[in-house]
């Protein structure tokens, strides 16, 4: 049985998630993962030597030098080749979410459904939110869920870790303006004003009788779910 992967820790998330040659149009796309874009960014970006890249991100120099060539690969084959980069996915954490909030790759035909989630109910604070549940779903039925711990830490981080999983569906209860336009940069689908339990949610829009209000907002202003909190439409 293999030794699984152990975490790799990368610091942020990039602020660009794809390339594309300009005069290719459908071209084939390179899955580039986060692990894999640390790498190239320490080592030919910050300039790190291999063992300095290894301690950063918390792995053996071995482990760092395979990522390395891998990358660097992908990168060669792009240029040469007109093929277009996606970054996605990996074997890491951030550093300010906890490593609890890996998750594996997404396999192939699988879509991912994410729900904000608060004691079995989607939860109705996207930016204060602590858990999400993962929902991998194939043809039309649910194949595996998972709760993830993401500490909260607001509509920036937690837009960029629903990215990187590779999350393509999120629904939720109040948001705000500014986790809009976060979750509309990173091309993930949004699905607001749900309530109830989390799981239900997910069956009724897979079975297409979710519902749910497009228009509703969230407002947070100096406290948390009470006194100057008001979700709305």
Known sequence: MPRPKRCRRI???PSYWSFAPEDVKNSEVIAFKLDEYETVRLIDYEKMTQEECASA???SRATITSIYEKARYKLADAIVNG???RITGGSYCIDY??????????GENIMRIAVTYEKEMVGQHFGKT???????VENGEIKSSRVIDTNGNGHGALAGFLRAAEVETLIC???GAGARNALKEV?????????????????????????????????HHDHDHGEGHSCHH
């Not at 979410?97 to 997404?106: D, G, H, N, Q």
């Not at 602590?130 to 991998?136: A, G, L, P, R, T």
């Open 57 to 59: 991100m918390g792995v």
């Open 97 to 106: 979410i906890p490593a609890s909030a890996e998750i594996s790759e997404k």
């Open 173 to 175: 209860g109040g948001i």
């Open 187 to 219: 091309g993930i689908k949004l699905l607001p004003g749900v309530t109830g339990n989390a799981d239900e949610m997910v069956k009724n829009y897979l079975s297409g009788n979710l519902e749910y209000n497009p228009d509703i907002e969230c407002h």
């Open 83 to 85: 093929k277009r980069i």
């Open 130 to 136: 602590e858990e999400f549940k993962i929902y991998d």
């Open 11 to 13: 610091c942020g998330y």
